[in-house]
């Protein structure tokens, strides 16, 4: 009995019957168009222009009446426009890391804070934390969501808490080493840097103390994962989240590693089809789009994620009845379509993954000629150090051909020396669209 109840956070809300998650879902929804109808003339107007009143919305089956925002009007709105509380009763601002263009900059109230971190701490939960753990928090502390978030849940947990933010590799290996920490949370770039930082200073996977890993911020591929937890020895949990939601913690994995659980008491979750907008049925592959429930200060109806995954309400060996979302492999504009072709970047990891090589590769994609060229350097392995130049070419085709034959379209492949590739310690770069450059 003991052991089942350490595995929740908060069991009575994350394992609680999905017909009393949606009429909670219902109130909640009911109750926040009203309060953002009210207090924010930028929704007022969306909803006005739509022809939509607060009094349309009975519960969750009226959602599809409401209008999206997306991040155009995030910005838009830029600073205040969505502000639903008094400055007053604000505590904290966080922005977006800016991947995608202007930062957006979100708003909350003590009680936002807490519903946050409540949500960073059942990630951590359900990767197996207690306050016996020590928890090393990696991502960037600041404005980014990472640190803040992570070491909030960490503190409500009870887990010893090291709020290192991120980079200077070497003092987080001496760290990790010398105050025994048994969670690690980064990025999955970073992680994979610094179990070969670890390697190179000669110690074995079994050296460390961590048992988990909470991985988040930046797609990653199946293989990445196995491999991160080969060299750190441990079972990595992905995180998803997103700073205008609130930051890390909208979703989260739990042993099963099948999906991330949906934090639904708090986020209603919806795939739509991103050219109509039209919502698909579960199980079909779209965009997501989250309504929050409970936030006071920076609340959001029907806001466009851009990012792709689908959602399963499969029920979990664990318990959770939260529905599941799968892991989104990049985002809508992450796409580059290369000679007429959708290529997502983390079909390539998934190659190179498989082919034996690291996570430590780069693609460039220009335009020559009137033809889009696309080029992955990837770092030779140790074990290639012996190579010749001969078998280094051949090497360098094989890898070609497992491209082409994942994409459809042919890749000019280089390895490069060890080490030659920047090393990430917050989000990746791993993309670089030159054809941006000359538009
Ligand atoms: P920015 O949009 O500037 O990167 P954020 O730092 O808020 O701002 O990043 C949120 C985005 O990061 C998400 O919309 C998603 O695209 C990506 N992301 C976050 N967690 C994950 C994850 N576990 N897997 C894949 N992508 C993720
Ligand atoms: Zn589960």
Not at 182 to 189: A, E, Q, V
Not at 395 to 423: C, F, Q, W, Y
Request: glycine share 8%; hydrophobic share 35%; with cysteine.
């Amino acid at each position: 009995m003991e052991n089942t109840e350490k595995r929740y956070y908060q069991p009575e809300a994350e394992t609680m019957p999905v017909e009393q998650i949606q009429k909670l879902q219902s109130e909640k929804l009911v109750k926040i168009v009203r309060h953002v109808y009210d207090n924010v003339a930028y929704y007022r107007n969306l909803m006005d222009q739509k022809g939509v009143k607060p009094e349309d919305i009975h519960g969750i089956e009226d959602l599809h009446k409401l209008p999206f925002l997306t991040k155009a009007d995030l910005r838009d709105a830029y600073p205040y426009g969505l502000l639903a509380k008094p400055l007053a009763d604000c505590v904290r601002i966080q922005s977006t890391s800016g991947t995608t263009g202007k930062r957006v900059v979100a708003f909350y109230t003590q009680k936002d804070l807490d519903m946050w971190e409540e949500c960073c701490a059942r990630a951590i939960v359900a990767a197996g934390g207690s306050r016996e753990d020590v928890c090393q928090v990696c991502y960037g502390y600041g404005l980014f969501t990472g640190g803040p978030g992570l070491n909030g849940g960490s503190h409500k947990v009870g887990c010893l808490t090291l709020p290192m933010s991120s980079g200077n590799t070497e003092r987080q290996i001496q760290f990790m080493m010398d105050l025994n920490a048994t969670i690690l949370c980064c990025t999955p770039s970073y992680a994979a840097y610094i179990g070969e930082s670890l390697a190179e200073r000669g110690y074995k996977p079994e050296d460390n103390h961590l048992k988990a890993g909470i991985f988040g911020a930046e797609p990653w591929t199946e293989e990445m994962r196995r491999s991160i937890e080969k060299s750190l020895g441990i079972k990595a949990y992905d995180i998803y989240g997103l700073t205008e939601v609130c930051g890390p913690g909208v979703s989260f994995e739990c042993e099963e590693q099948h999906g991330m659980h949906i934090n639904e008491d708090h986020f209603l979750a919806e795939i739509i089809d991103p050219d109509t907008g039209e919502v698909l049925p579960e199980g079909e592959k779209g965009e997501l789009v989250f309504t929050a429930l409970d936030k006071e200060a920076f609340p959001l109806l029907r806001y466009r994620t851009r990012d792709i995954c689908v959602l399963s309400r499969k029920k979990c060996s664990c318990g959770r009845t939260f529905i599941r979302m799968a892991k989104p492999m990049g985002r809508s504009d992450d796409m580059l379509i290369i000679r007429g072709v959708n290529v997502f970047p983390s079909q390539i990891e998934t190659v190179l993954i498989q082919e034996g090589y690291g996570t430590n590769y780069l693609i460039e994609v220009d335009r020559v000629n009137n033809s889009d060229t696309l080029d992955v350097s990837v770092e030779i392995q140790p074990e290639h150090f012996s190579d010749t130049v001969r078998e280094l070419a051949q090497r360098e085709h094989a890898l070609a051909d497992a491209i082409k034959t994942m994409l459809g379209i042919n890749p000019r492949v280089h390895l490069v020396a060890p080490k030659s590739i920047t090393r990430s310690e917050g989000k990746a770069v791993r993309v670089i669209d030159k054809r941006k450059l000359h538009d």
